[in-house]
T-cell receptor, first 114, second 114 residues
Framework: AQSVTQLGSHVSVSEGALVLLRCNYSSSVPPYLFWYVQYPNQGLQLLLK??????LVKGINGFEAEFKKSETSFHLTKPSAHMSDAAEYFC????????????FGGGTRVLVKP | GAGVSQSPSNKVTEKGKDVELRCDPI?????LYWYRQSLGQGLEFLIY????????KSGLPSDRFSAERTGGSVSTLTIQRTQQEDSAVYLCASSQGWVTDTQYFGPGTRLTVL
């Protein structure tokens, strides 16, 4: 079965500093990879996804992630944090070619300090 | 266009009662998913519909849980004889049906079992 590990359940960054959220997965074949963001009392919103092709993926709000097969990782970064980035972030995977369901990591809550 | 909607937004019930949670997917989306978000278990997949059929119901935690989808649109998740451990936020998502398609999430139904 797939599993997803997000290092750090809480991350605190200063406004303007780099945001780095780590995600590692376990799979015998490269899965499809997703990052979602959840603001308080809201559903999940897709930030970006990797399915095939270029391994560096750019998403909304200035976020990007790089798929590294050799490291089974899909870390999320943003060069400069903004106060509005305070939220919970979830990494998720699905198994091609038949797997539609998402398996989520435990989530990382980001706090942005002024 | 309209996103995924769920009702009710909040539901408080007594242990042993049955509850029904409703999901209205984005118009035209053939795939529909139910997930559960709880403090102890994180985000878990429950069931996946393609049209009106459910090819994957592997995440339903017990036979007290059931779901149906009618007309390829609205879905209802039913929990019978609710228990306190059923307390969670139940999230619905829909997509156009391909494995690489983005799943769009609703705001969730917060279920509290007293």
């Amino acid at each position: 079965a797939q599993s997803v590990t997000q290092l750090g359940s809480h991350v605190s960054v200063s406004e303007g500093a780099l945001v780095l959220l780590r995600c590692n997965y376990s799979s015998s074949v490269p899965p499809y990879l997703f990052w979602y963001v959840q603001y308080p009392n809201q559903g999940l919103q897709l930030l970006l996804k990797y399915t095939t092709g270029a391994t560096l993926v750019k998403g909304i709000n200035g976020f990007e992630a790089e798929f590294k097969k050799s490291e089974t990782s899909f870390h999320l970064t943003k060069p400069s944090a903004h106060m509005s980035d305070a939220a919970e972030y979830f990494c998720a995977v699905s198994d091609p070619p038949t797997g539609n369901k998402l398996t989520f990591g435990g989530g990382t809550r980001v706090l942005v300090k002024p | 266009g309209a996103g995924v909607s769920q009702s009710p937004s909040n539901k408080v019930t007594e242990k042993g009662k049955d509850v029904e949670l409703r999901c209205d997917p984005i118009s035209g989306h053939t795939a529909l998913y139910w997930y559960r978000q709880s403090l102890g278990q994180g985000l878990e997949f429950l069931i996946y519909f393609q049209g009106n059929s459910a090819p994957d119901k592997s995440g339903l935690p017990s036979d007290r849980f059931s779901a149906e989808r009618t007309g390829g649109s609205v879905s209802t998740l039913t929990i019978q004889r609710t228990q306190q451990e059923d307390s969670a936020v139940y999230l619905c998502a829909s997509s156009q049906g391909w494995v690489t398609d983005t799943q769009y999430f609703g705001p969730g139904t917060r279920l509290t079992v007293l």
